[in-house]
């Protein structure tokens, strides 16, 4: 599995934008970017995806470096609940999720 | 909708005693997945099943551990006997079953085990 870099941990101001990196500079042509999150004692739920285009959605904005060897996912106004370890995963045509060790992100109220 | 359903959400028995976690998928989900997450790590999975049959159990520890999906709907995980490294949250998931790189797969909030 392509692999991807994300820093240990990020700290935000509540209703400020938080922009979480990920590097993935092996990633193939065919893998799919997603991103899940991990809120305290619970399992990890979808947050975005995307290909090649920026993708917006209503929990997060994804964008994509022209050459995709990086990502960002953006929360536009960070709230206290959105407080959680984010995963950034490569994914290709088939269904393995391969989560790493993610980014927790504290968020100040 | 209801979401996967998992029990029990904690459990703590002695080493070397057997025990089993239950998960109820989203309805019309044929693909399963039962996960495990070791503290302060991502979760790995354990073994993936399309309707009743496991089509990739390579990572389930086969000596202790076991799975079943009788009638394709719900599943059990099983250990026995425990071990104190097997202290974790065991995680279920489903997806509708397409296996397309776009789908999304639903986890259950867990069951956290401790073994003493």
């Known amino acids: 599995d392509a692999k991807t870099t994300q820093p240990n941990s990020m700290e935000s101001n509540e209703e400020e934008p938080v922009h979480l990196p990920c590097n993935h500079s092996?990633?193939?042509?065919?893998?799919?970017i997603h991103w899940y999150r991990q809120l305290p004692s619970q399992g990890p739920e979808y947050v975005i995806h995307?290909?090649?285009s920026n993708v917006n959605n209503r929990m997060a904005s994804l964008a994509i470096a022209e050459d995709r060897k990086s990502s960002t996912l953006i929360l536009h106004r960070a709230t206290l609940r959105d407080a959680a370890v984010y995963y950034c995963?490569?994914?290709?045509?088939?269904?393995?999720?391969?989560f790493g060790a993610g980014t927790t992100v504290t968020v100040r109220a | 909708e209801a979401g996967v359903v998992q029990s029990p959400r904690y459990k703590i028995i002695e080493k070397k005693q057997p025990v089993a976690f239950w998960c109820n998928p989203i309805?019309?989900?044929?693909?399963l997945y039962w996960y495990l997450q070791n503290l302060g790590q991502g979760p790995e999975l354990l073994i993936r099943?399309?309707?009743?049959?496991?089509?990739?159990d390579s990572q389930l520890p086969k000596d202790r551990f076991s799975a079943e999906r009788l009638k394709g709907v719900d599943s059990t995980l099983k250990i026995q006997p425990a071990e104190l490294g097997d202290s974790a949250v065991y995680l279920c998931?489903?997806?509708?079953?397409?296996?397309?790189?776009?789908?999304?797969?639903?986890f259950g909030p867990g069951t956290r085990l401790t073994v003493l």
């Open positions: 309805s019309g989900h044929n693909t």
């Open positions: 099943y399309e309707n009743e049959e496991a089509v990739d």
């Open positions: 995963i490569l994914r290709d045509r088939g269904y393995k999720l391969s």
């Open positions: 995307g290909l090649t």
């Open positions: 998931a489903s997806s509708p079953g397409q296996n397309r790189p776009t789908d999304t797969q639903y």
């Open positions: 092996t990633i193939s042509g065919t893998d799919y």
